[in-house]
């Protein structure tokens, strides 16, 4: 008996069904049927998206194809070639003969619709197949994690598949007005009662009428002012030892598990605290505030207690122990320290530092003894949950579980928290306890402090939680402590997907978020000490003359003017993942305050005034303006798409416009009626002087050609073209008195993809500067010469160094530049290849030997192309060859004064170009409403405000802004209310 006959098809090659499901048909009519009709187009953008293509060559003709619909442009077989090429992906594609062949072999664009059915349905079950396979992998993976992580990244899986998007999202008005009127009469049956989600603060509610489904709330405060240690006090670092008056954020130190962890917080230098010397058995002494915290063992049982907590306790003759219990392979020893002696001693400087550990613990003191780090949001679910029954999920990143409970325990039945953690309960708070733990027990509030939470579990718990509990609320405390579980290219970069994440899980459960996040130290360097919108943790701010490039005009306009004209959904250029300039909706500007800023000057000349901590693209991501330094490279625009205005002049207007910006003596006759003149006056560029004038918004959204012309003519004027001496390089440059001209000028050219740089000459005698501007590098200097050419004198010397830049751009050093990074790596790996080998070559082989080195000599050979092939594909080369962005190096940073700033929300890329430079918005971006709260008494302890906290509604997007005060209740450890009417 055979094999075959044993098993039968075990001899079989693989059938077709184990292909995964496609349909390269379908795919390829799609997509010539959008290179016929851009009705095509419509239809499959409602389907489909680049990833449910199969193959890799029609994912990036569709989106190549979107890419020239989203900016107005036509999309057919020359067009997307055109933009296949600047991608440098015509190739990879097949050429531009497949894409006549995609034209010729699809039946009719009319069934576009039907076609991206297919291809979307071939994609789910290709999804199905591959979350099929993970969550196989999963359950087979050894040591993959615990359980419940395991289910809920394999609901995440599934979730994945069968997530609904595209479709018919819009709705016919006859539709919405039927379940509109229903809404409207529900509401009018209230009596005006709230429609949302009450938070408990009544004043507050007024103004928000409830926190809304969809709605996402950024809760911001700065850390709590307590729980301090003295300046002197020793702390253990991977490399060392430092003290708690000079850590800062973003150093490391040793964790209570024996391994580093990383400070995310550090409070200023705090004096007039109520200090101790707590003292241990091995004699060691740390000198710490009245609430500092401390994890003891008490009888056995784990405990967070204060200091005074401990005072306490030895004064009843408690046994209080601290234990350092280190992970396995942590080069520090277990060991425990009993309590001796807790003494009051005159206050000192203190100060508290917060880490990312799970367990919030870190080592202080020569003994390396561990000691803990450090509720508004709290109050909100309190009130949701308990008086209105709506279920609420408090994601606690920071507190554990029975902390939190304690809290609320203490907030509702109105006991002191301290007689809570003491055990000094009366006959009376045992008789309110019981009475409310009825009542919050049955409470649909749900609480999560799992450590190290990523936003994927967050996201999957609240689906699971909408589904089963028809969930009302989140709240996420705190959104610094988050992680993405991948990796990225900044801190910066990560909260800001956290931020959009969030606004999405709002939009996608219909519930508010609540997103608690920590303030910087800007209110702490006020006078006032009243925190602002510019505060929030990684937020930036640029002063109100910075100008912003639009993508619907072209053209530059203010943020100043934005805010003032209250500017909405403005549509502007932001990079999107591949360093593409895409376009994206300015939701809104906004003021942030009155900030110290800086001037940013970069080596073409492009400045830029911005606050410290203001973002801007680098090599290694975003960074601060703090975090630069001279020679760091930042990200400006090499190329931007056409604007999606376009209107045509005649030529011979676009002549004269460029004749009369270029000749400073050009004038009209004003004594008699003049139609240029008229029109002139129109465009504002005839009354204004030579040094301040600027080209008219209209001329950026002319034709590309008519762009090209009006730059000739004005450069023909003010500016040259010469070929050096030496007959191998030459320079193309222009002069004005106005600064405004040439910047102008420099942006037009952004739509041809040349770079310029920007030089100023000082005036001699009082006279005023002259601005210059040069076109930069060989490449750019092709594209002028090629593209906009010159007329006049400069046509032969032009025509001259078109011969000398394309030589040498054909001798090869015209290539772009190479980040550094990679450069240091590839001269890393040849290195490595060029040194000799043992066992290769040399004397005394035999035959064998001769033969055993000669293959591996071959061997060798073939490892330095292998690390270099690794090097390339990990720097993404193409990333940085085919893009739009060039490294512009800094030259300086300088302080230049104090004044109003602004920030913008920029949908989707969190980023646009200020004043020709890559820059990136705050974190708040997609916060609904933004709250930040003070409490003048953490700052100043003799205020007549004692008891009082302000709850400063600084952004509201669907309503009014207002400062609310409610009553800070800290024995009881919540807020209430202060209103007359409650």
């Known amino acids: 008996m055979s094999i075959q006959e044993l098993f039968p098809g075990a001899l079989d090659g693989p059938g077709d069904d184990r292909l995964p499901p496609q349909d390269v048909h379908a795919e390829q009519s799609v997509l010539g049927s959008m290179l016929l009709s851009k009705d095509a187009i419509a239809d499959a953008v409602e389907v489909l998206r680049g990833a449910d293509f199969y193959r890799p060559a029609h994912e990036s003709i569709y989106e190549a194809i979107l890419d020239l619909y989203g900016r107005g442009e036509p999309a057919d077989a020359v067009t997307v070639a055109d933009e296949l090429t600047k991608r440098g992906q015509l190739a990879r594609v097949g050429g531009g003969a497949f894409l006549h062949q995609l034209i010729s072999s699809v039946p009719t664009a009319a069934n576009a619709g039907y076609y991206a059915h297919i291809v979307a349905e071939r994609a789910v079950l290709r999804r199905l197949v591959e979350a099929g396979t993970r969550i196989v992998q999963l359950g087979y993976a050894q040591g993959g994690g615990d359980v419940e992580d395991i289910v809920n990244a394999a609901q995440a899986e599934v979730y994945g598949v069968s997530e609904k998007r595209g479709g018919e999202d819009y709705h016919k008005l006859g539709d919405i007005i039927e379940l509109t009127v229903d809404e409207i009469e529900v509401a009018s049956g209230r009596s005006g009662q709230m429609t949302g989600v009450p938070t408990g603060f009544t004043d507050l509610d007024s103004l928000t009428n409830g926190l809304h489904p969809g709605q996402m709330i950024v809760l911001a405060a700065r850390p709590a002012m307590g729980k301090a240690l003295a300046l002197d006090t020793p702390l253990a670092t991977p490399t060392g030892w430092t003290t708690m008056g000079e850590v800062a954020v973003g150093d490391e130190v040793m964790g209570a598990d024996g391994h580093p962890t990383r400070v995310v917080a550090a409070t200023d230098v705090m004096v007039g605290r109520p ?131 304690m809290r609320l325990l203490s907030a509702e039945a109105q006991i002191q928290l301290q007689h809570m953690r003491k055990g000094t309960m009366r006959e009376d708070d045992w008789t309110r306890l019981a009475q409310t733990m009825g009542r919050v027990s049955d409470a649909p509030l749900f609480i999560d402090d799992s450590p190290n939470m990523s936003l994927m579990e967050i996201r999957a718990k609240c689906r699971r939680l909408k589904q089963r509990h028809n969930l009302k609320l989140v709240v996420i405390d705190y959104l610094q402590l988050m992680t993405s579980g991948k990796r990225v290219e900044s801190r910066q970069q990560e909260v800001s997907e ?53 993508a619907d005009t072209g053209a530059e306009t203010t943020l100043g003017s934005l805010y003032a004209a209250g500017a909405r959904d403005v549509p502007v250029w932001a990079l999107d993942d591949t360093l593409r300039y895409v376009r994206r909706p300015m939701t809104h500007v906004f003021p942030t305050g009155v900030r110290p800023v800086f001037r940013l000057t970069l080596a073409s000349g492009k400045t830029l005034r911005a606050t410290a901590n203001h973002p801007f693209l680098t090599y290694a991501g975003w960074s601060p303006l703090a975090d630069l330094r001279t020679g760091t490279r930042v990200a400006v625009p090499r190329h931007v798409p056409a604007p999606a205005f376009f209107e045509p002049w005649e030529d011979p207007r676009v002549i004269l416009l460029a004749h009369v910006l270029g000749d400073p003596a050009y004038s ?138 394309r030589a040498v751009e054909e001798a090869g050093a015209g290539t772009a530049a190479v980040p ?38 071959r061997r060798a050979a073939g490892e330095p192309l292998r690390e270099v092939a690794a090097v390339l594909d990990s720097a993404d080369m193409d990333l940085y060859a085919v ?38 918005n705050s974190i708040e971006q997609d916060a609904d409403m933004v709250i930040l709260l003070h409490r003048e008494e953490a700052y100043e302890k003799e205020t007549q405000r004692a008891g009082e906290a302000d709850l400063i509604v600084a952004k509201h997007r669907n309503g009014p802004t207002d400062t609310i005060v409610v009553a800070f209740q800290g024995h009881y450890s919540r807020f209430t209310n202060m209103a007359q009417q409650f």
């Open 275 to 405: 200090c101790y010397e707590v003292e241990f058995s091995d004699g060691s002494v740390l000198v710490a505030d009245a609430e500092h915290q401390w994890q003891v063992a008490v009888f056995g049982e784990r405990r967070i207690l204060t200091t005074v907590d401990l005072a306490e306790l030895l004064a009843h003759h408690v046994l209080t122990v601290i234990e350092r219990l280190p992970a396995a392979g942590s080069t520090i020893s277990p060991l425990v320290w009993k309590v001796e002696a807790v003494r009051a001693v005159e206050s000192v400087l203190v100060r508290c530092i917060e880490v990312e550990a799970a367990d919030h613990l870190y080592l202080a003191g020569r003994s390396m003894i561990p000691t803990h780090n450090s509720t508004l949001g709290l109050d909100i679910a309190r009130t949701a949950a308990i008086k209105h029954g709506m279920a609420s999920v408090v994601f606690s990143l920071e507190m554990s579980k029975t902390e939190i409970t």
């Open 498 to 550: 956290f931020s959009r994440a969030l606004k999405l899980l709002a939009k996608e459960l219909e519930v508010p978020v609540i997103a608690i996040s920590q303030l910087n130290r800007g209110p702490e360097q006020r006078t006032d000490k009243r925190p602002q919108m510019s505060d929030l943790r990684e937020s930036g701010c640029l002063t109100a003359d910075t100008r912003v490039l639009r």
């Open 668 to 805: 009209v006759d004003r004594g008699r009626a003049n139609v240029v003149g008229d029109w002139l006056d129109e465009l504002g560029v005839l009354a204004v002087k030579p040094h301040k004038r600027r080209v008219p918004k209209a001329i950026f959204h002319v034709s590309k050609p008519q762009i090209a012309l009006f730059v000739s003519h004005l450069w023909s004027l003010s500016g040259s073209v010469s070929v050096a001496k030496s007959g191998d390089r030459g320079r193309i440059r222009m002069e004005a008195a106005s600064r405004r001209l040439v910047e102008d000028v420099s942006r037009l050219l952004l739509r041809f993809g040349i770079s310029t740089r920007l030089g100023v000459s000082a005036g001699a005698g009082g006279a005023r500067a002259a601005y210059r501007l040069e076109v930069a590098g060989e490449d750019s200097q092709r594209r002028f010469l090629q593209e906009i050419g010159l007329h006049g004198e400069s046509r032969k010397a032009a025509k001259r160094l078109l011969e000398i830049v």
């Open 820 to 857: 550094p990074r990679v450069v240091e790596a590839m001269r890393q790996v040849m290195s490595v290849s060029a040194a000799p080998r043992p066992g290769v070559g040399g004397s005394g082989m035999g035959v064998a030997g001769a033969r055993a080195g000669a293959a591996g000599e």
């Open 883 to 920: 893009n739009d962005v060039l490294w512009d190096p800094v030259v300086s940073i300088e302080a230049d004064g104090v004044e109003e700033v602004f920030d913008a929300t920029v949908l989707g890329g969190h980023n646009f170009v200020a004043n020709g430079i890559a820059v990136h």
